[in-house]
């Protein structure tokens, strides 16, 4: 069964970093590219990054270019993505996916407010 | 970037109603479209993607179809565990963009 697990959401102030995870499992992890997307409290679901199988191809988001950093960890079949310069827009629940994406994780909460 | 309007923002219907969702692109994204339900507090859960491709797993009930610029979710006869919003998003190109959701909700 694919399982994906977010953890590293929280309360952040503002122009603080915060680095979210993402556990893998049921599936051979390092084949997949993964994707990040994100859902501000009441709105709809906004892209945030993609990185591909061999972290050779990485896309962003305009809104988080130059200050969110995507990486994986292929042997430990983990994704990140490390947040820095935290606005308050960037208050969301953050939700891993693989590929299409299919599937997706619960979600990780990250709330940027002084 | 890629705009994507979904159409209605809401719709009250009923059980056994049919039920059709549009999704129009600003630019041609041949069939690069999925089609997402989200139930409050939960991740998406993908339905269709290249447009018309049912995701296994999901009820014969829904189907998409579309290409270029206009798709089309149809839910057959709404069932009770379909009350819920559903997102477009086109996967043509980085950025990645969605719809604004449709909420299909209780008449």
């Known amino acids: 069964e694919v399982q994906l697990v977010e953890s590293g959401g929280g309360l952040v102030k503002p122009g603080g970093s915060l680095r979210l995870s993402c556990a893998a499992s049921?599936?051979?992890?390092?084949?997949?590219?993964m994707n990040w997307v994100r859902q501000a409290p009441g709105k709809g679901l906004e892209w945030v990054s993609s990185i591909n199988s061999r972290s050779t191809y990485i896309e962003y988001a305009g809104s988080v270019k130059g200050r969110f950093t995507v990486f994986r960890d292929n042997a430990k079949s983990s994704l990140y993505l490390q947040m820095n310069s935290l606005r308050a827009e960037d208050t969301a629940v953050y939700y891993c996916?693989?590929?299409?994406?299919?599937?997706w994780g619960q979600g990780t909460l990250v709330t940027v407010s002084s | 970037d890629i705009q994507m309007t979904q159409s209605p923002s809401t719709l009250s219907t009923s059980v056994g109603d049919r039920v059709t969702i549009t999704c129009r692109a600003n630019?041609?994204?041949?069939?690069?479209l999925a089609w997402y339900q989200q139930k409050p507090g939960k991740a998406p859960k993908l339905l269709i993607y290249k447009a018309s491709s049912l995701e296994g797993g999901v009820p014969s009930r829904f189907s998409g179809s579309g290409s270029g610029t206009e798709f089309i979710l149809t839910i057959s006869s709404l069932q009770p565990d379909d009350f819920a919003t559903y997102y477009c998003q086109q996967y043509n190109g980085y950025p990645w963009t969605f719809g604004q959701g449709t909420k299909v909700e209780i008449k």
């Open positions: 996916a693989r590929e299409g994406p299919d599937y």
């Open positions: 049921g599936f051979t992890f390092s084949t997949y590219s």
């Open positions: 630019q041609s994204i041949s069939s690069w």
